[in-house]
């Protein structure tokens, strides 16, 4: 199987990966005829749409159905398109075009923890039953892990389920919150504990008598979106409704949630690089000291951060779902046998799914503040479109585990893959306690090889920093959070470089945008360095001896010194600047 997290441990030319300029024409298609029903269906209704309109969004849903944008990742035989995870992944990122997160949010939840439980472990029947009308966009799906005192502690539930007398039906008790899809759902994943705490999955249905719904939550943003509770009261919910088996809940509940990361990667990819049209048509129309405010160099620099930014996430999404596609290979998707090993696939990324969701969501954040920051005054307004995106933007950091949980499971994901030697990572760290850059053909790599030899040396950064942990704490590294954190850290900065690196060494001899492209890249990888160099300092200062700490600093200068890496990032800022400027929006999608 294409092993998840190998880019810590192979040279950069040893292998490829999936990029946007392998799309086949088909996704090419795909992205635009998405994108386009976004911009001319969605985006100018966009303000009905957040009135909580249930039919409007009901509306909306069935048409997306009608496409073929519901069922991308359902089998043909209950009325999908079994697409791809790179193209699933387009699909997200081409909807948020229609610049309305809410509607983006009931899509997403839809397509991904409300259906693909039933479709990974349902039986025969269950699929036939549900997946065909929620693929239409008939039936409303949703999802209900989360309670009022279990929120990151996901098994911490206290929702039960009790088999009644005649064994016909399980009695759940509880209430799930913040449940998406909550009052216009017709089916619901939910889940409790059965009998003797067994953590279990279940199937409600509109029929299950006790399924009450909560009001509306008052959200800071996503506002055209359902948000309530559930309120279980004596729910009669049958026992061929269960999902799975009893007991076995949490791998269903765990294993969607990757999937779910991914998928707000592209959605959050799609509106950092939404962001940065609709801050730049203000920016050149609106004029101070007699010249558009676009002239001026410090919102210039911002223009290219954001350019920069929304490039490095386009890279991490492809690549995340390009790694899964190929450890998935083909298969025959109505099989259980081809849903178990899908889930072990996807499962198998841990790092890069929770790294997408954070580097996306991040530069979601990030882009919308310069957004509203260019808007200046106009920004804080609800008058102008930047206060909403402001207020939508805010939940992404939180949805799918916050961003604090991921970066836990990125560091957790390395120790274990370290301690089961699913990957060389204890013999390359080995390597990098001796030499910090392998012996390579960094040549090949052309007018990139500053670059190729600074990536090999990050690599050997956050393999000698995790090394420190790890003689440090041992296998209790797992608890250390203060360490945790920057591993995760510089593991998210060295995959964010390789991958543009990587992206940069095997365009196409006729890329047209290539010199575009090499700039994006240095100024990507001169950024992902400077924060790893940054990160591995604090690991030396709280793993190392004062004696140790100096010479790996003379250690780091003198390599640095010695490969001579050093940009002029304001001049590759202000050639980013000039190519946005003149195609209006972000101008690397082709």
């Given at each position: 199987m ?23 024409e088909?996704q ?9 029903f ?6 100018p ?7 909580l ?5 009901r509306k909306?849903?069935?048409?997306m159905g009608k ?20 193209t699933t ?16 949010v ?12 039933i ?9 036939e ?8 966009g008939e039936w409303i799906g ?5 309670e009022?005192g279990s ?8 929702t039960?389920?009790?088999?009644n007398?005649?064994g ?19 089916v619901?994943?939910?889940f ?7 953590f279990?999955?279940f199937i ?7 399924w009450n719904?909560?009001?509306e939550e008052?959200?800071?943003?996503i ?6 509770t ?11 409704n269960?999902?799975?088996?009893v ?6 509940a765990?294993?969607v949630?990757?999937v ?16 940065i049209?609709?801050?730049?048509k203000?920016?050149k129309e ?15 620099r911002?223009f290219?951060?954001?350019v920069?930014?929304?490039y490095?996430?386009?890279?991490i999404?492809?690549?995340?779902a390009?790694?899964m596609d190929?450890?998935?290979?083909d ?8 849903f178990a090993?899908?889930q072990k696939a ?17 530069t ?5 503040d310069?957004?509203l ?22 939940i992404?950091?939180?949805?799918e585990g916050?961003n604090?949980?991921?970066r ?9 893959k ?12 080995d390597?990098?306690?001796?030499q910090?850059l392998p012996?390579l ?8 090889t500053?670059e190729?030899?600074?990536?090999e040396?990050?690599?050997s950064?956050?393999?000698h920093?995790?090394?420190a942990?790890l003689?440090k704490?041992?296998q ?11 591993i995760?850290d510089m593991v ?6 390789q ?8 365009l196409?001899?006729d ?7 090499n700039?994006?890249a ?6 992902r ?7 591995v300092?604090?690991?030396w200062?709280?793993t ?8 790996a600093?003379?250690r ?16 590759d ?9 003149e ?8």
């Open positions: 294409h092993k998840g997290g190998k880019f810590l441990t192979i040279p950069i030319t040893e292998d490829e990966i999936f990029t946007r300029e392998k799309f086949t088909e090419h298609e795909f992205f635009n005829m998405v994108k386009d976004a911009e001319s269906t969605i985006a209704i966009t303000d009905e749409i957040d009135k309109d249930q039919d409007l969004s909306l849903m069935t048409e496409m073929g944008m519901l069922g991308i990742d359902i089998p043909e035989a209950y009325g999908g398109m079994e697409m791809d995870k790179a992944s387009l699909v997200g990122e081409a909807l948020t075009y229609g610049q309305n997160a809410s509607l983006v009931t899509y997403s939840d839809q397509t991904g923890i409300a259906m693909l439980p479709l990974w472990y349902g039986n025969d029947a269950q699929k039953k549900y997946l065909p009308k929620l693929v239409t949703s999802y209900a892990l989360t009022p929120g990151s502690d996901a098994l911490a539930v206290k039960t389920a009790k088999l007398e005649a016909t039906h399980y009695i759940l008790n509880g209430v799930k919150q913040y449940i998406t899809n909550g009052s216009w759902a017709d619901g994943v939910v409790a504990n059965a009998e003797g705490g067994k279990t999955a409600l249905d509109k029929d299950c008598k006790g719904r909560g009001p008052k959200k800071l943003g506002k055209g979106s359902s948000t309530t559930y309120v279980l009261e004596d729910c009669e919910v049958p026992v061929e269960v999902l799975g088996e007991g076995k809940g949490a791998a269903i765990f294993n949630l990757y779910g990361r991914y998928k707000l990667g592209a959605v959050t990819l799609g509106g950092a690089k939404s962001v049209k609709v801050a730049l203000y920016a609106r004029k101070q000291f007699g010249q558009p405010i676009a002239d001026f160099g410090m919102l210039q911002k290219a951060d954001m920069v930014r929304a490095e996430a386009d890279t999404v492809y690549h995340t390009g790694s190929e450890a998935i290979g298969g025959k998707p109505d099989s259980n046998a081809y090993h899908l996807i499962e198998e990324h841990a790092i890069e799914t929770s790294a997408s969701k954070i580097i996306c969501s991040e979601l954040w990030r882009n919308v310069d957004g920051q260019v808007f200046g005054g106009y920004g804080y307004s609800e008058e102008y479109p930047l206060a909403k995106m402001y207020r939508d933007e805010r992404n950091r939180i949805f916050t604090e949980i991921n836990l499971i990125i560091a957790g994901t390395v120790l274990k370290a301690l089961m030697e699913s990957l060389p990572l204890r013999t390359e760290a390597r990098a306690r001796e910090w012996d053909d960094y040549e090949q790599a052309g007018d990139f500053k190729l030899k600074i990536a040396l990050s690599r950064l956050v393999l920093a995790f090394d942990c003689l704490y041992g209790d590294f797992k608890n250390r959070q203060w360490v945790m954190e920057p995760a998210i900065a060295y995959m964010t470089l991958g543009v690196l990587r992206r940069q060494l095997q196409p001899a890329y047209k945008k290539r010199k575009m492209a700039t994006l240095r100024l990507a990888i001169a950024k360095f400077s924060e790893l160099s940054e990160l300092r604090v690991i200062g709280h190392l001896s004062y004696e140790e700490r100096q010479a600093e003379v780091l200068h003198e390599h640095v010194q010695q490969i001579g890496f050093f940009p002029d990032t304001i001049a800022k202000a050639a980013v600047v000039e190519a946005l400027y195609a209006g929006e972000y101008f690397m999608n082709d």
